[in-house]
């Protein structure tokens, strides 16, 4: 298996332009989950799915960021519209199940706001 | 509430012992450890349960302390390979959603 796959992998934009980022999970994995990772704030969880249906998305910073999963194997998070503090690596990862295994994480996809 | 990761950098010579302690002021359920390298993703390393279950990579230990709340990786005979950032996640059984530690910077050296 290929693993998860993100795209972009670097997206460099400006102050209130839509912004968003896909994933593809591991086929199989019935979890799927967003993170966000800066300095300042760590590791941090923004929304999960389970079976394309999200269950958390209480992390989600506001209602500029959107995310959804249209099929098992697709997912984005828009943000929109985009500001500097939103510059962070975030990072998609699956699972088969949350006690069962690993989180396999993708590459991530790194955001830079102007 | 974000568990608090100790130390919060250290650095060995190729072959020595570490341990990274991982402490939360509220009842666990799961832990799980992953290691970072910079400019890469995170990579699982085990998942601890309540009750006495592990899962993970067998050249890596760890314990979970429930009554204390708190667990441990051990990295013996450490390898340049081991370098990177290590952080912990926390769950308290209730929602699926782990908290993360601030991380743990190992720095091997030959």
């Known amino acids: 298996d290929a693993g998860v796959i993100q795209s972009p992998r670097h997206e460099v934009t400006e102050m209130g332009q839509e912004v968003t980022l896909r994933c593809k999970p591991i086929?199989?994995?019935?979890?799927l989950f967003w993170y966000r990772q800066t300095m300042m704030r760590g590791l941090e969880l923004l929304i999960y799915?389970?079976?394309?249906?999200?269950?958390?998305d209480s992390g989600m910073p506001e209602d500029r960021f959107s995310a959804k999963m249209p099929n098992a194997s697709f997912s984005t998070l828009k943000i929109q519209p985009s500001e500097p503090r939103d510059s962070a690596v975030y990072f998609c990862?699956?699972?088969?199940?949350?006690?069962?295994?690993?989180?396999?994480f993708g590459e991530g996809s790194r955001l830079t706001v102007l | 509430q974000q568990p608090v990761q100790s130390p919060q950098a250290v650095i060995l010579r190729e072959g020595e012992d570490a341990v990274i302690n991982c402490s939360s002021s509220?009842?666990?359920?799961?832990v799980h450890w992953y290691r970072q390298k910079h400019g890469e993703a995170p990579v699982f390393l085990m998942i601890?349960?309540?009750g006495g279950e592990q899962k993970g990579h067998e050249k890596i230990s760890a314990s979970f302390n429930e009554k204390k709340q708190q667990s441990s990786l051990y990295l013996t005979a450490s390898q340049l390979s081991y370098s990177g950032t290590y952080f912990c996640?926390?769950?308290?059984?209730?929602?699926?959603?782990?908290?993360w530690g601030a991380g743990t910077k190992l720095i091997i050296k030959p």
């Open positions: 990862a699956s699972s088969e199940g949350f006690y069962t295994g690993e989180l396999f």
């Open positions: 086929s199989g994995h019935d979890y």
């Open positions: 799915f389970n079976n394309n249906v999200p269950i958390d």
């Open positions: 509220k009842a666990l359920y799961s």
């Open positions: 601890l349960l309540k």
């Open positions: 996640g926390t769950d308290r059984g209730s929602n699926y959603q782990l908290i």
